[in-house]
């Protein structure tokens, strides 16, 4: 069985303050000095906590600040973008737990049901502020060993952190039984509404799937029967069509290809010339 702990920080691994330490369900990436946006959609329940700088999470109109030394729960099959930030000198720092269908029910299946919780309702809320009591941080701090390349733990340590994160999650509220045990299906969302929503986004296949609640196979097939093009061909195209606004609006090629997503000027100019028929330069015209 495999287990996750991940540790949460920049996706940019050019970055020569970055550093980053992988094992085998275990990863751990820390150290920025720039402020980083990432995308954040996972199957599973995850708890964060951070060490130093701040993290802000954006869910829909709501924008929380997660300072140093504070902790939060974010709901299984809920996206949201969130933003990663050196504070002052303190770099940015932050670990997170994920939490597995298979561990949870594992932990659920172990646990005396006549002691759980009767008529506790179910929150409609995905992004949940936890007071950092003694167990959250008892089980925070004694991760940071692992952010040294030479100390690494056993799938054995893993499995216990896991469960000492549940059993924390559980003792900060009754409101978290409903929600940790809930073992239905995810969900799915409209893989369009996605797409037009994040198009300028560098994002893969996999990473789609993951952030619509789908399998690869899944997405695959669902997105064969919204367009004849691939996932990335429709994306390029679309990146296209908001470029041709924009510069139709006057903006200049070096403000709009990075605003629509691409890298470089020159892979912007030759997917516009192919698609349009003429360079980006010579739209007015």
């Known amino acids: 069985m495999r287990y ?21 369900g275990i ?12 995308i954040h959609s996972t199957p599973e329940h995850t708890l964060l906590y951070l060490y130093s700088g701040e993290q802000v999470i954006e869910n829909g109109s709501k924008n929380i600040k997660i300072k140093a030394g504070e902790c939060a729960f974010i709901r299984r099959d809920h996206r949201l973008v969130m933003y990663k930030n050196s504070k002052g000198k303190e770099l940015y720092k932050g670990i997170s737990l994920t939490f597995s269908r298979s561990v949870l029910k594992e932990f659920y299946s172990k646990i005396s049901k006549a002691d759980l919780p009767k008529m506790v309702s179910v929150s409609e809320e995905n992004v949940f502020r936890l007071n950092p009591r003694a167990d959250l941080l008892s ?57 037009n929503e994040n198009y300028t986004d560098e994002l893969n296949m996999q ?3 993951s952030y619509t609640g789908r399998s690869l196979a899944t997405f695959k097939r669902d997105f064969n029967k919204i367009s004849n093009l691939s996932p990335q061909k429709w994306i390029i195209k679309r990146r296209l069509e908001t470029a041709y606004t924009k510069l139709k609006e ?18 912007f100019s030759t997917a516009f010339k192919k ?11």
């Open 4 to 24: 996750t702990i991940l540790i949460l920080s920049m996706e940019v691994q050019k970055d020569e303050s970055l550093k980053t330490i992988s094992y085998s």
């Open 27 to 38: 990863f751990l990436s820390c150290f920025s000095s720039h402020s980083e946006k990432c």
């Open 139 to 195: 089980l925070f701090h004694s991760l940071t060993p692992y952010f040294d390349d030479d100390t690494k733990p056993t799938e054995g340590v893993t499995h216990l952190k896991l469960l000492e994160g549940i059993y924390a999650i559980l003792n900060s509220s009754e409101a978290f039984y409903p929600i940790l045990f809930d073992f239905t299906d995810p969900w799915k969302i409209d893989l369009l509404e996605f797409l």
């Open 207 to 209: 990473q789609i799937a």
């Open 250 to 267: 006057g903006k200049k090629v070096q403000e709009v290809y990075v605003e629509v997503g691409f890298k470089n000027p020159s892979h």
């Open 275 to 285: 698609q349009y028929g003429f360079p980006p330069t010579e739209i007015l015209n």
